[in-house]
């Protein structure tokens, strides 16, 4: 097998830490932490970290060269061209589109709008960042306050965690939904607990929890790249051969 397909107890690893760390985060939901601190400037230094995460996530999808680095197809692309001019021999073509190859086993990845494909995980991920952020902008530097339900908001942040962890599982516009509710997710379960607890030292425990998703999040979605042409049976594609006898 190949050397760059994520071993299955690397993946397991991430998955059974970041389902832990959901877990503390319900935990949390039922038995808020006491440790109620009076620091004044709590909310603009959380704001401002997870704010900044926001930040970098958005601007990273406008990078093409980083999100297709997931996958390494520009650096293949700059090595040898000849893998491209046999996709066209099982219905595609040798063009990538959103990021992907224009392959019918990626056609749950992408989405058109007119003539242009978009990926749908970049596209729902650049959603919901734009929602936290502005969430982030509301709540940590407004007077905005969540007098009732801040339980209730960390379990719906725990369930878009959670389904966005597994996205590559669904395709189409709930795969896009999946993406954004991830993103907004973690920014709920955050402002949810911190409205319980209050804690700066709680708050940054969330925002590294976060960063441990989202790197969880990238890794499957490699993991799920490299296994679909691992997978692949096409006897002429090229670069599915060469990824399988990397090693």
């Known amino acids: 097998m190949s050397k760059n397909l994520f071993s299955s107890s690397f993946i397991t690893y991430l998955v059974t830490i970041s389902l832990f760390g959901l877990f ?16 004044l400037w709590r909310k603009p230094i959380v704001g401002s970290i997870f704010g900044s995460i926001c930040t970098l996530g958005i601007l ?5 060269k980083q999100c297709s680095g997931v996958f390494d197809f520009r650096k293949e692309e700059r090595g040898s061209r000849s893998y491209l001019n046999h996709f066209a021999s099982h219905g595609t073509s040798s063009k990538i589109r959103g990021h992907h190859p224009d392959c019918e086993s990626f056609s749950a990845h992408v989405f058109q709008v007119g003539k242009r494909t978009f990926c749908t995980a970049c596209t729902g991920l650049l959603l919901g960042g734009l929602s936290a952020f502005a969430g982030t902008i509301l709540y940590f530097f407004s007077n905005w306050r969540i007098e009732h339900g801040s339980s209730l908001l960390v379990w719906v942040g725990i369930l878009g965690v959670g389904f966005g962890l597994f996205q590559f599982k669904f395709s189409g516009i709930f795969r896009l939904f999946l993406n954004i509710f991830f993103a907004f ?3 709920l379960i955050l402002i949810g607990v911190d409205e319980l607890a209050r804690s700066v ?36 594609c090229e670069f599915a051969d060469r ?3 990397v090693g």
């Open 243 to 245: 990824k399988k006898k």
């Open 201 to 236: 030292t709680v708050d940054l425990f969330l925002v590294a929890l976060t960063l441990f998703w989202l790197f969880t999040r990238i890794s499957l979605s490699k993991w799920d790249h490299e296994r679909i042409c691992y997978a692949c049976r096409v006897a002429t």
């Open 60 to 64: 990273a999808v406008f990078f093409p």
């Open 24 to 39: 503390l985060a319900g935990i949390m939901a039922f038995y808020p932490p006491v440790v109620e601190e009076n620091f």
């Open 185 to 187: 997710g973690a920014f």
